[in-house]
């Protein structure tokens, strides 16, 4: 691997975030305030 292109790898690899996040997400969910838990 070339100089050149370790460099667009780190790049990329800092824009594009290595984890994905799906709708489900727990994590998520908090962040947007929707709780799973009841409110009692």
């Known amino acids: ?3 050149f292109s370790r460099i667009v790898k780190g790049i990329k ?8 996040v799906d709708m489900q997400s727990q994590e998520l969910l ?9 409110k009692n």
């Open 30 to 38: 908090d962040w947007l305030g929707i709780s799973s838990t009841p």
């Open 1 to 3: 691997m070339n100089v």
């Open 13 to 20: 690899n800092a824009i594009i975030p290595a984890t994905s």
